[in-house]
């Protein structure tokens, strides 16, 4: 019955002065809301990259240019062209001295507006081996891909992904017509199958050409920015990753391990380390977050002060009445926690309706984006609201409760 009328009397307090309640709660709205918000959509982020990653498969290992520790990104990650990398030792991998490694590709990438007739479309312009197809476990819907003669020819070949296909040709059949990319005429060979965005690259976005083709015209380098080889057996990846390391520290004349110019990663690898790095930056973010609940607290302590002075003739007749100390205190306490919960509740259902769009919009947009609430986010914004409350609300209580009542009765 006490707890319930002091809660009767939080209502009251509120109620009585609404705008300055409404500012008050805002911190706490906000804060709340942000956590929810990032700890949503960062679960979303989260298994969005990592079921992209697990998309490519299981068996496959990955060489990038660059030293890199043993749990975090090489430096080419981050955009630093290194050039250390060659075709010649990705083939040097699979001549069949370790059988486990069976197929091997390398990669360059670059972008531009690939035109046919009168139409055209930005993509991405991507240089591969013939092997790309068994590396990666894609598949040509119409026409072929290319040969590895072709590669070693220079030949002037393109594989077009569907929505390529889609937007420079329509209905028209793409094979056999040509295209232009950066000045540079290219016949259309096949067409890929839909594959959507995996790898954090939207797959049917994307024209094929021979490596060759893409170093030496379109780009203009000899070095490539990234390798990948699939294995017959994921349990031989330890293996195999030693076995490459070795290989390309001989190659590249490397005597210490502290001095590789190059990282080797499995997809489990991978995985490992996009989880810590997620969950260090949504860690980060939350902690950003929680400052405005900082704020917001000294707001509701604002208040509650304030509330005391308004209140000092009624908390001199309860004590006068009887009243105790610590029914005092209570009383302050539970109006606070009150207030704050109340911002804690409205923050959940703020930050559920927004994380809520970010995930329709990130559907729409083609990301398999699962919206992720979970009970842990709302249990913590709940506690940590009713947290800012009992810490913030002390001061006042306590201040509440020191009041002598002779003198509170006589408070004009």
Not at 11 to 16: A, N, V
Not at 151 to 160: D, M
Not at 288 to 303: F, R, Y
Request: hydrophobic share 50%.
């Amino acid at each position: 019955m006490f707890f319930l009328e002091n809660i009767t009397t939080a209502w009251s307090l509120l109620m009585r002065n609404k705008v300055r309640s409404i500012l008050t709660m805002l911190g706490i709205v906000i804060g709340v809301a942000s956590m929810i918000i990032i700890l949503a959509v960062g679960a979303g982020a989260q298994g969005l990259i990592l079921s992209q990653v697990k998309s490519l498969g299981s068996n496959l290992i990955a060489i990038l240019p660059g030293k890199s520790e043993s749990n975090g990104p090489p430096a080419a990650a981050f955009g630093i062209v290194i050039t250390t990398l060659t075709e010649a030792d990705g083939r040097a991998l699979v001549d069949g001295s370790f059988p486990g490694l069976r197929f091997m590709t390398a990669y360059v990438r670059g972008a531009d507006t690939v035109t046919w007739d009168d139409a055209k479309t930005d993509a991405t312009f991507v240089g591969v081996l013939a092997s790309y197809t068994d590396v990666e476990s894609a598949e040509v819907a119409r026409g072929r891909f290319f040969t590895d003669d072709e590669e070693r020819s220079v030949a002037r070949v393109a594989v077009v992904g569907n929505q390529v296909a889609k937007d420079l040709f329509g209905e028209i059949d793409p094979i056999g017509q040509s295209v232009k990319i950066k000045k540079n005429n290219f016949t259309v060979i096949g067409v890929m199958k839909t594959r959507g965005t995996s790898g954090f690259q939207n797959q049917d976005n994307q024209i094929f050409v021979p490596l060759s083709v893409a170093q030496k015209l379109l780009l203009g380098i000899n070095y490539v920015n990234f390798i990948r080889l699939k294995i017959d057996n994921p349990a031989n990846t330890d293996a195999a990753i030693l076995y490459i390391q070795e290989r390309l520290r001989d190659r590249h004349d490397i005597t210490n391990a502290e001095y590789d110019d190059f990282s080797v990663r499995s997809t489990a690898q991978g995985l490992e380390a996009l989880t810590s790095i997620t969950n260090a930056l949504k860690i980060f973010l939350t902690a950003i977050a929680a400052i405005s609940l900082l704020v917001g607290g000294i707001g509701i302590m604002n208040i509650m002060l304030a509330a005391v002075q308004e209140r000092t003739k009624e908390i001199g007749l309860r004590k006068a009445l009887g009243a105790r100390g610590w029914h005092i205190t209570f009383q302050f306490l539970v109006e606070t926690m009150f207030i704050t919960i109340v911002g804690g509740v409205i923050g959940i259902v703020f930050g559920i309706v927004v994380a809520w769009v970010v995930a329709f919009v990130a559907r729409q947009l083609g990301y398999e984006w699962d919206l992720l609430v979970s009970g842990f986010s709302i249990t913590l914004g709940i506690g940590v609201s009713a947290f800012i409350g009992c810490v913030f609300g002390i001061l006042p209580a306590r201040r509440a409760a020191a009041l002598d009542p002779i003198e509170a009765l006589r408070y004009e």
